[in-house]
């Protein structure tokens, strides 16, 4: 199981920007999909992007989608998620994850938690002025 960690979070002004990362501590991400996710308090945690960059895949939901871009980045062992337009609702901590048996195309990303496992820290990501 690659283990991954998150980083990049902080505070920033409604409409500002920020890129978060997902690294990973051992081996590459060429030939696994990677998905970011978010928790509120309270809340389910929510699927909101993924990346399978060996076959040039990604999605995004609605809420994010033409403000948040994922990419892989050229050493094959993160992958970023670059925040604009940012909105106090998009505060929350963001994860990300794979699984073996993830699944990410323009139309679906399908993802096991049980496969995910043991989830990491994650990252606070805070929107407020």
């Known amino acids: 199981q690659v283990q991954l960690v998150e980083s990049g979070g902080g505070l920033v002004q409604p409409g500002g920007s920020l890129r978060l990362s997902c690294t990973a501590s051992?081996?590459?991400?060429?030939?696994?999909?990677v998905g970011w996710f978010r928790q509120a308090p309270g809340k389910e945690r929510e699927a909101i992007s993924c990346?399978?960059?060996?076959?040039?895949?990604?999605n995004y939901i609605d809420t994010v989608k033409g403000r948040f871009t994922i990419a892989r980045g050229s050493n094959k062992k993160a992958v970023y998620l670059e925040m604009s337009h940012l909105t106090p609702e998009d505060t929350t901590v963001y994860y990300c994850?794979?699984?073996?048996?993830?699944?990410?195309?323009?139309?679906?990303?399908?993802?096991?938690?049980?496969?995910?496992?043991?989830w990491g820290q994650g990252t606070q990501v805070t929107v407020s002025s």
């Open positions: 994850a794979t699984d073996p048996g993830m699944i990410c195309t323009a139309g679906n990303f399908h993802y096991s938690r049980t496969q995910i496992g043991t």
């Open positions: 051992s081996a590459t991400l060429d030939y696994y999909a």
């Open positions: 990346i399978n960059a060996s076959v040039g895949t990604t």
